[in-house]
């Protein structure tokens, strides 16, 4: 049993959800590992992970409309030192996951047919951001 | 230090909470470890994993009315191939959970009194769910 | 490798926030492993856990005021038996987290620079709560 610690980094350009899913998987080759469980956990409060449909991006849409109508940017906050959407960022990222854990089986990530795993991007402004992707395992 | 990979197949037959506490710790006993941690995964993403109050079933009937209303089916949504319940079933999906993590030991998950796992299901029509149990430990 | 099991307890005053980034990380110093993978687990349903901006308490004050707008005290719940909080606790619950898993590396929890880890208080009346967490690792 081994531990191995990696990492992804993003680009992002703006509100909406990136996958993310052959960059976690190559970390799991990178590793070495075949058998064990892989965590993947988002270091910040402005963005979350999210296991998403990832074969129809209307689906994606959908789901960002829904929770843009659910945590309105023109509402008054108290913490607004960033702009109108510092605060709904927050919410949004307490709404859906931090961290993820997924079973590793023969050297691949145990994913169902159309999941993927996508990183939520809920600033306005482009951002770097890094994921952590932990695999304990053999 | 062993890895062991199980699973819990489940037969939905619509909407609703499943309690699945017995069969992942059926799993855990069938793995023969007794200290590490146990996680569970929904290898779906039109049904989600939830903790939840296992005695009141009033509780759960509540719970799924608020979904129910928070994330209605009789709204216009551009990703509706299978049905008005097939985006509120994503979204559903991502306002809770798909994987969890819990203690084991001494051969037994390591839950609250009232505490269950429980499998959500956000789709009308009947299932056929899988969810992988992947139990790492001694 | 090896499995390590801590707790931490915590006396709540009310519905709210309560940061315990610290107690995780002293669970952590005393397993005496340093690198592998922190599990942290609420054992009830009426609070949950939430990673959340930790220098900003306005950002908090913000966050607790969104939940009590969307999961409101002043609905005709059926299952009331503990009083108007007890249903959306069960509620709020869902739509936040019952377990996080953290990377654990050189000894320390790896936090993103304004992360932190709390307990999210449901209930009205002080009630005592405990986390457990487990280490995975070396």
Redesign the interface.
Known sequence: ???H?GQVELQTTGKGTYEITDEVQKVVKQSGLH???V?V?????SCSL????NA?P??R???EK?FDD??PEDVS???D?EGPDD?PA??R?????????????RGRI???T??GVFLFEHRRAPHHR?I?V?I???
């Open positions: 049993m081994k531990v610690h058998e064990g469980v965590t956990f988002v270091q910040h409060t999210l296991m998403m449909e129809a209307a689906a849409r959908d789901l829904f659910l945590v906050y108290e913490h030192d605060m927050h919410i990222m307490a709404l859906t996951r931090s961290s993820e854990n997924l079973p590793l089986s145990q994913l169902g159309w999941q890094r952590a932990t304990v395992g053999d």
